[in-house]
């Protein structure tokens, strides 16, 4: 019976433990008041502040959510929140006061401290203020170094600024955190920012280091473009023009959409190497693979001009011109060899023709809300199903500056 009687109390001991322990968790001794923390969270103007939140209405949701937390002036979120809104509304000044003054709270554990740090961090990043965001980005990682926040942001400060070695090895921080799903990204990352090494290096002269961060960088990612064009650019300094053919090759080969970076290049060095026929069929072989592949027909066209056959580039323009009527090159191409052919009549009249089949001449019309586009004008959208906001979207020239149409819808 006893033993009853300790099992007994000894329950009801943890029971009145738990209780307190709850109590605790709820109130909070705040300048000699209790505040229950729970009423912020039930509180109308906390969820009211939310929906604005989601609608976007920046100003109302800032308006309740200060309502909100006058109600436990202690809580650190809803004031972190409070300043990152502030730097939103581009009211950095304001966001910048509002951080420092939560650092100068006693009693900051330490998860507590580096966010209030990073948020700090974003205000003077989003302020322009290089030297003071990057500093405090690093404070954040004293306290929290696996924190992927202020990795992310100080990478790319130290990219703004050109500082690609210090990028480098936050991303390889980065890397490191991420682990295995996130690692091709960051593979990607660093083989660019290895390119970028490269470069620097070519710029100061010091060829044999160049070339081994673009190889380095091709190593990392094997689609990594520019890596190869600068490759071969040194390759090419170095006088080894066969190296740099081959690597210019490879790169068409890993990325056949972009071969045109590698054309202008290896148009030049087939021609040193006396093989200009090479040129002629890379041209074809990449016509052929891709029916809109127009820049390889407009270089074509460019070699065939040159070599003394106008009329057979002119044949090349016709047939990019259909398939990539909106090319102004292409257009200029044509014209350039129409002209050195004295403007033949029946050659213009088929440039005229097959300008006027093409969709670009159509007079294309864009939703304003979605940016659906239709060839004619409606008055309601079929994707957004709003009414009115078609606009007929007009590519202006560089220099217009009476443009009828914002400028997110100009492409
Ligand atoms: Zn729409």
Redesign the pocket.
Known sequence: MQGYGIVLIGLLALLIGLTAGKAWERYKLVEGRWVDRRRVRQSPHFILGLNHLVAGQVDLAIDELERAAKLDPGALELRLVLGNLHREKGQVGRAIQEHQALLQRPRLNKIEHANVLLCLGLDYRRGGFVDRAVAAFQDVLKLDPDNEAALVNLEKLQEDQHQWQEAYVTRRRLARIAGPPDQPNSQLILAFLENELGLQALKEGRLDDAIARFEAAIDLDSRVVPAYLHLGDAQHQRGDLAAATATWERAIAVAPDRAYLSLARLEETYDTLGQPDRFAERCRALTAASPREWRARVALARHLTHGGEPSLALELLFDALEHNPHAIAIHQAIWATLSLLDLPKQLVARYIDITRQSVFYLDPHV?L??R?RSTELIWQ?P??H?WN?FVEERITPATDTEAEIPAALVQ
Do not use: A, N, Q, V
Request: net charge neutral; glycine share 0%.
């Open positions: 939703c809300r979605c659906y959208c994707h957004c709003e906001t």
